[in-house]
T-cell receptor, first 119, second 110 residues
Framework: GAVVSQHPSRVICKSGTSVKIECRSLDFQATTMFWYRQFPKKSLMLMATSNEGSKATYEQGVEKDKFLINHASLTLSTLTVTSAHPEDSSFYIC???????????????FGSGTQLSVL | SQQGEEDPQALSIQEGENATMNCSYKTSINNLQWYRQNSGRGLVHLILIRSNEREKHSGRLRVTLDTSKKSSSLLITASRAADTASYFCATAFGWGKFQFGAGTQVVVTP
C-alpha cells in the first residue's frame, strides 16, 4: 500500500516559537494531502486540504495565519504552527488520498502523526 | 457535514471473544470506511464498504451496512491482544475529505 511518512513524531517547544511538520508520500505522488488535528481520545478534525502548487483550503474555524500549509511538490506537504501556544498542543496527522478516479473507492493513507507539546 | 458516531465509546473484552461496534451517520453516502488507530499513531485503513453493499469480509473483520438506518457495524472475531486500538468509521463528503466518528476504544486482555 501507499506509504506516508510524517516527521517529527514528537516535538516540544516553547510558547511563541514556530514548529514545522513534514508529510511525505514515499512511493506515490500525492496531489492532495489533508491535515487533521486530534485531541486525546477524540476524533480527527479536518483542518485543511493541501493542494500541490496552489493555496490550501482551510476548514471553517481554522486560522490560516496560525497554521501555514505549503505543498510545494507532489510528495511533500508541510504544516507550520506559527507562534505556538499551549492551546495548540495536540496530535497532528497528515494523510494523502490515492486517486483511483472513482469517488466511491477513495481511501486515505495516513502518516504516523506528530505530538506537539507547547510549554 | 456528515457525522459518524460510534458506539460504544469503549469496549473491553478478553482474547478470543468477538468485538462489535456500531457507527451511525446522517446523510447519504457513497461508501463508508473503517480505520484503526494504535495509541499515538496514525490511522490504518481496514475496510471499505460501498453504499450498494450490505456486508463485507476481510480476514477476521466483518462489516455490515444498512443504508435505510444509516448505520454500519464492525465485527472483529476471535479477538487478539494486538487488536487493542481505537476504531473509527469515516464517511466522505468530498474528494478525499472524510468525516470521522468519535471512535470506539477497544481493549483486548489476554
Amino acid at each position: 500500500g501507499a506509504v506516508v511518512s510524517q516527521h517529527p513524531s514528537r516535538v516540544i517547544c516553547k510558547s511563541g516559537t514556530s514548529v514545522k511538520i513534514e508529510c511525505r508520500s514515499l512511493d506515490f505522488q500525492a496531489t492532495t494531502m489533508f491535515w487533521y488535528r486530534q485531541f486525546p481520545k477524540k476524533s480527527l478534525m479536518l483542518m485543511a486540504t493541501s493542494n500541490e502548487g496552489s493555496k490550501a483550503t482551510y476548514e471553517q474555524g481554522v486560522e490560516k495565519d496560525k497554521f501555514l500549509i505549503n505543498h510545494a511538490s507532489l510528495t511533500l506537504s508541510t504544516l507550520t504552527v506559527t507562534s505556538a501556544h499551549p492551546e495548540d498542543s495536540s496530535f497532528y496527522i497528515c494523510s494523502a488520498r490515492v486517486g483511483t478516479g472513482d469517488f466511491k473507492r477513495e481511501k486515505l493513507f495516513f502518516g504516523s502523526g506528530t505530538q506537539l507539546s507547547v510549554l | 457535514s456528515q457525522q459518524g458516531e460510534e458506539d460504544p465509546q469503549a469496549l473491553s473484552i478478553q482474547e478470543g471473544e468477538n468485538a462489535t461496534m456500531n457507527c451511525s451517520y446522517k446523510t447519504s453516502i457513497n461508501n463508508l470506511q473503517w480505520y484503526r488507530q494504535n495509541s499515538g499513531r496514525g490511522l490504518v485503513h481496514l475496510i471499505l464498504i460501498r453504499s450498494n453493499e450490505r456486508e463485507k469480509h476481510s480476514g477476521r473483520l466483518r462489516v455490515t451496512l444498512d443504508t435505510s438506518k444509516k448505520s454500519s457495524s464492525l465485527l472483529i472475531t476471535a479477538s487478539r491482544a494486538a487488536d487493542t486500538a481505537s476504531y473509527f468509521c469515516a464517511t466522505a463528503f468530498g474528494w478525499g475529505k472524510f468525516q470521522f466518528g468519535a471512535g470506539t476504544q477497544v481493549v483486548v486482555t489476554p
